[in-house]
């Protein structure tokens, strides 16, 4: 019988073979279409060794090309992009780590401007602005806060289907190849740039000259995704300078890509050639995006730097009339140098006069107030565009004599150059009712050259974050997306930035409820309440209560642990107790630390940025090291450790928040946005905006959101995240957490029940998480590609062509 049946099972298993591999059917209706959305597999040619099915999902009536089957969440996500391009507004989209949250960006927004139009693959800029295809479409401006975060993001878009042209955006720092200018750094490096490049330099660079011809002659060059390190490699094999590509490149690119502080800082903006109306901004990981405004558009100039800035004019004045007596050398006038510093040291006399109260609240005026006081000095809207000349003929000659070698290549001046152009940036002077000046007195440091003398600085602080994303409103942009994974609590968001979000979202994690343990435990193991407010972080009870419940969960908390304390100050505080103080109620005498470290090996955040790299080193050896049962992080929030890291899987299974972060009261910064927000909140107006507290609190439960972020990475992962203090019992705060946990927290009143469900939770750790999809190598490199499970259709084929090929082989 069966051999009568052969030729009919060898008939089904190549249809089902076809089927199988090329099916095409109706999927069901989303909630996102709100109509039944078209799913086509279909393979896609590439350089993997197997190749994967792209679904198609149409949504809003655009066709999305996405790598995976969607979940419900990303289709969600998608879709409140689509819809802002479409409608032209706004939208603020907040979507946990490990959802997809970049992918689904990228996807959605090349879909809806792939519906507009071709994309500009195989073009360069053509010489004439008369041409067809130019600012025909609009260009889609993608930022994120680092290159490193942009790597990952053009990582993302080699996974999609969309080959859009496209170039990312660098310093000098990252893409120059010259030999002598690479070597700088900052403004000495950008000055350096600029005299190399000039036509009739001594030393002209060769790589800026070999630019113009590379581009014409490659205009394939950004069809497929380029990172930082593609145009180095490119300028050091064949030639052109790899910073002038980017920015040659980036006249004709349908997608740019950029850290998002290149587009707030104004004077950068203008330097690009692009059309801005009804262009497309994309803010991703915008979490820090209104203090980076705030900054941006502020000023600190201590008394140090003022000395400094002095001192450069007095070499300019030196320089200049040693050119003239020794080369006739008449190109720099000494005259202008000496005027600088005359002014210089007016301003300076003239902040040493103003009557500082106290150190705490120091000297506070209106923003208006410091064209009062630069007027004083002569320093108006007229004169001061002739300093900014000055200033930069000063940078110039500093550059050439090389007086800035000796000074690590930084011109000072050309800080107080910027200062006045922010100072001067309007006519008007409106800007200005959005600021504060103050001077504040502080000790000096041995470095300010001050001999121990009481040093000043000038602030002139920006309170309103919105001036920044006004520009662009003004400059026609069509849509704004911010978006990041914790931008909870995001009331502030859209009033600190004065736009409109009509499209917002919260979306929950792809998770199952069984992959998080969330929450708040009230009071520790002898039953003291855990409250770090400033009544009660200095307690001596407060500190060994938290010790000894941090020596409890690195007992029960597999592998690594992160613990975040609200400021350097009572990390340092609580340290310090910890590795003197023994448990006096055990017949232990080991202190607390050494009770710590017997279960999990300690690493501290260092205050100092540049031992962070070593922390995180040794915290990953410690990790890994087979002889020690897991690793400890103690950190900050607002630090290094919660911003931006990847503590996926084993890397961290817990994150512990021992209080609410809240930022110093009496910082007069701090205490002059509180009044400024209040002061705002009482004149009458047509949007609601935030008071005083209300910011002061929803700045710390962003920071707790920040730092909760850094564990469950990603679908398969799992992981804790226990609050150590009463307050976050409270229903108004626990509102203020990301709304993906909110439905996962519960109250402990008793530690040891804590330790009941805690233990449970990760003793069923691997019973929860599906097996890790396998991976492939890329045939030319190491790189390695995601393989999802094999569906069962996949599997039933794969038996039954076992079984039809055993009969074959039987009938053979």
């Known amino acids: 019988m069966w051999r009568e049946n052969l030729p009919f099972a060898i008939v089904a298993t190549i249809f089902c073979s076809f089927y199988f591999s090329r099916v095409s059917f109706i999927r069901r209706s989303n909630s996102i279409g709100k109509e039944q959305s078209s799913l086509k597999l279909r393979g896609r040619s590439s350089s993997w060794r197997v190749e994967t099915a792209m679904p198609t999902y149409n949504i809003r009536g655009i066709d999305v090309d996405f790598p995976f089957d969607a979940y419900d969440c990303q289709l969600v996500y998608m879709e409140k992009v689509i819809q802002s391009l479409q409608e032209r507004c706004n939208a603020l989209l907040e979507s946990p780590t490990g959802t997809g949250k970049t992918l689904c960006l990228l996807c959605a927004t090349l879909a809806w401007r792939k519906s507009l139009g071709g994309f500009s693959t195989g073009s360069v800029k053509p010489d004439s602005q008369s041409d067809s295809n130019v600012n025909k479409f609009p260009t889609i401006v993608y930022t994120s806060r680092t290159h490193s975060q942009l790597r990952q993001v053009i990582q993302e878009l080699k996974r999609s289907n969309y080959r859009p042209k496209m170039v990312v955006l660098g310093s000098r720092e ?125 000023f600190d100039l201590p008394s ?12 300019c004045i030196d320089l200049s009339v040693d050119r003239r007596d020794k080369s006739n050398d008449k190109s720099r006038n000494p005259d202008n140098f000496a005027i600088l510093r005359a002014l210089l040291l007016k301003l300076e006399k003239r902040i040493a006069e103003v009557p500082v109260e106290s150190k705490e609240f120091g000297f506070t005026k209106p923003g208006p107030y410091i064209y009062e006081l630069f007027s004083e000095l002569n320093i108006t809207h007229e004169t001061a565009s002739m300093l900014i000349g000055i200033i930069e003929e000063a940078s110039v000659l500093l550059e050439e004599s090389k007086e800035l070698e000796a000074k690590g290549g930084i011109c000072r001046l050309e800080t107080m150059g910027e200062i006045l152009k922010l100072i001067f940036r309007e006519k008007e002077n409106a800007h200005s009712n959005f600021y504060r000046l103050h001077v504040r007195e502080v000790d000096a440091y041995p470095s300010d050259g001050l001999k121990g003398k009481a040093s000043r600085t000038l602030s002139w602080w920006c309170f309103n974050p919105g001036l920044a994303m006004e520009e662009f409103s003004k400059m026609g942009v069509g849509s704004i997306i911010l978006t990041s994974g914790t931008l909870s609590p995001m009331d502030s968001f859209a009033q600190e930035l004065n736009l409109d979000f009509p499209v917002q979202l919260e979306n929950p994690h792809v998770i199952s409820s069984n992959q998080i343990w969330a929450g708040v435990v009230a009071a520790g193991p002898s039953g003291c309440l855990f409250n770090s407010s400033y009544r009660n972080r200095d307690s001596l009870e407060y500190k060994q209560e938290l010790g000894n419940a941090i020596v409890n969960l690195a007992r029960i908390v597999p592998d690594g642990l992160l613990v975040f304390f609200p400021s350097y100050y009572i990390l340092d505080q609580c340290i310090q107790c910890w590795k003197t103080m023994a448990h006096p109620n055990s017949m232990d005498s080991n202190t607390i630390w050494e009770r710590i470290c017997k279960h999990k090996k300690p690493v501290v955040e260092p205050r100092q940025s540049s031992l962070f790299p070593l922390a995180i080193e040794d915290y990953m050896s410690k990790l890994n090291d087979t002889s020690n049962s897991g690793a400890l992080f103690f950190a900050v929030c607002r630090g290094k450790v919660s911003e931006g890291l990847d503590f996926a899987d084993n890397a961290g299974r817990a994150v512990v928040i021992t209080g609410l972060p809240f930022a110093t009261r009496t910082d007069p910064k701090v205490r002059l946005k509180r009044e400024y927000l209040d002061e705002l909140a009482r004149l009458p107006k047509e949007r609601r905006i935030l008071t005083g507290d209300e910011w002061y609190n929803q700045q710390a439960s962003r920071a707790v959101n920040q730092a909760v972020g850094r564990v469950i990475r990603h679908r398969d992962d799992y992981g804790a995240i226990i609050m150590l203090d009463e307050r976050f019992a409270h229903p108004n705060r626990q509102s203020q957490i990301s709304r993906w946990i909110q439905p996962h927290v519960k109250c402990y009143s008793k530690f040891g029940e804590v330790v009941y469900h805690l233990t449970r939770f990760f003793r069923d750790g691997g019973n929860r998480v599906p097996a890790k999809p396998k991976t492939l190598q890329h045939k030319d490199s190491g790189d390695t590609k995601t393989v999802e499970p094999i569906p069962i259709c996949q599997t039933l084929l794969w038996l039954l062509q076992k079984m039809m090929m055993a009969m074959y082989i039987r009938y053979l």
């Open 304 to 315: 140090g730097l003022l000395s400094a800035c002095i001192s450069e004019a007095k070499s």
């Open 174 to 298: 990252q893409l120059c190849i010259h030999d002598e200018v690479s070597l700088l750094r900052g403004r000495a490096q950008n000055n350096a740039c600029h005299y190399a490049c000039r036509k009739g330099a001594k030393r002209r660079c060769k790589h800026y000259s070999l630019v113009a011809d590379y581009v014409k002659n490659n205009p394939f060059l950004g069809d497929d995704p380029v990172d930082i390190e593609d145009l180095v490699s490119i300028g050091r094999k064949s030639g052109p300078c790899p910073y002038y590509i980017s920015r040659e490149l980036h006249k004709a690119v349908d997608i740019l890509f950029a850290p998002y502080n290149y587009l707030i800082d104004q004077s950068y903006r203008k330097s690009l050639s692009l059309d801005w109306n009804n262009s497309i901004l994309i803010f991703d990981e915008a979490h820090n995006l209104e203090s980076l405004c705030a900054d941006a558009a502020s």
